[in-house]
């Protein structure tokens, strides 16, 4: 039986490259032919992104006369907007799986923005030089700075004939509504928004079967913890020791802590008090939900509860009500299951 670890057996991870850019271990089978319609707008928006992908291709061969140099054509935009659940991060991982171009890369909201912000918006740039396709899942304004920063870096990509796909909760022109004084920045949301054809996506939440649930006695845990096949190393750590090691890393490094383990049981969860720790733990369980790695969780009280009632509804509420989402379906999956068992509308 793989062994228990500790946080202090995990090994540092390796600074963030754009090397390994693709749908995560829960989306990485996704296809547009796996994926289950449920409403018109679904079956509108699978037609839609498949066509829009099969018109990128490698990159034009170059001219044997480098002179007059060719500007490259302006890349184009897809948003598909559309409430949880509802199928949008499927079809985004099958758009990267269909496109005819090995130059494309995968990857979250969050992790763009921890990553500019890790290697800095020119190297950001020149690491993404090149790519035709861009899948970036959860796109959401939720604060001036990210605002800024998601601005000049799809500018650059664009003008250099990227092509981008993106998922969001938010219609891109209320982008920043509720959240910042999205008046002050107008301009850039705006000049956002025009880049990007908007394909909707409604239909019946797919985790909702999932709605409420509540933490693990901490007998319980003990018991799985010792008992649940894994087939990797399962990692056993205090809600305390879950933070330290939060605040030890910067987020982009988050992945490479977890690819080390295949499970993690936490103790004693209870409300985080301050908004930046909870915007750490939200990475982190993306993370975790992204991998398909087994949670489990002992605490008292309701799932919902982790964040407190002075910043829930707040600026970051709906990275706060995903995260809800995914932690219930997450402490529901079974141990053994089918890698890649991923449903056709899941979200």
């Not at 500790?6 to 994926?35: E, I, M, N, V």
């Not at 061969?61 to 509802?86: E, I, K, T």
């Not at 861009?134 to 939720?142: P, Q, S, V």
Request: proline share 9%.
């Amino acid at each position: 039986m793989p062994r228990l670890v500790s946080t202090s057996d995990l090994q540092p991870p390796a600074p963030p490259t754009t090397r390994d850019l693709r749908p995560p271990a829960r989306f990485a089978a996704a296809t547009f032919d796996s994926y289950s319609p449920q409403h018109p707008t679904q079956e509108a928006a699978r037609y839609r992104v498949r066509e829009f992908v099969r018109n990128i291709g490698a990159a034009p061969a170059r001219r044997l006369l480098p002179w007059p140099p060719r500007r490259p054509q302006r890349g184009a935009g897809l948003y598909l907007d559309g409430g949880f659940g509802v199928g949008k991060t499927h079809l985004l991982a099958a758009a990267y799986a269909d496109a005819p171009t090995p130059a494309k890369r995968y990857l979250t909201f969050q992790q763009l923005v921890y990553l500019v912000g890790a290697m800095g918006m020119q190297r950001a740039v020149e690491e993404f030089a090149g790519t035709r396709l861009l899948c970036i899942d959860e796109f959401e304004l939720d604060d001036p700075g990210n605002t800024l920063i998601v601005k000049s870096f799809l500018q650059a990509l664009f003008a250099a004939g990227t092509a981008v796909v993106t998922t969001s909760n938010t219609p891109p022109e209320a982008q920043g509504q509720g959240r910042f004084n999205a008046e002050d920045f107008r301009r850039e949301i705006q000049s956002l928004a025009e880049g990007f054809e908007v394909v909707p996506v409604d239909g019946p939440d797919y985790r909702a079967r999932h709605a409420g649930g509540s933490w693990l006695p901490e007998e319980r845990l003990r018991e799985l913890e010792l008992t649940e096949p894994s087939p990797a190393p399962r990692l056993s750590l205090t809600w305390d020791e879950l933070f330290a090691l939060l605040n030890a890393h910067h987020p982009s490094r988050y992945g490479g802590l977890l690819a080390q383990v295949g499970s993690v049981y936490l103790h004693g969860a209870r409300t985080i008090p301050t908004q930046n720790d909870a915007l750490r733990f939200v990475h982190f369980v993306d993370q975790l939900y992204d991998r398909a790695l087994v949670l489990r969780v002992s605490g008292e009280g309701d799932i919902a509860g982790v964040f407190d009632a002075t910043y829930r509804e707040g600026a970051y509420a709906k990275k706060h009500h995903r995260c809800v989402s995914r932690l219930a379906e997450l402490l529901e999956e079974p141990a053994e299951r089918p890698a890649l068992d991923v449903p056709a509308a899941a979200d």
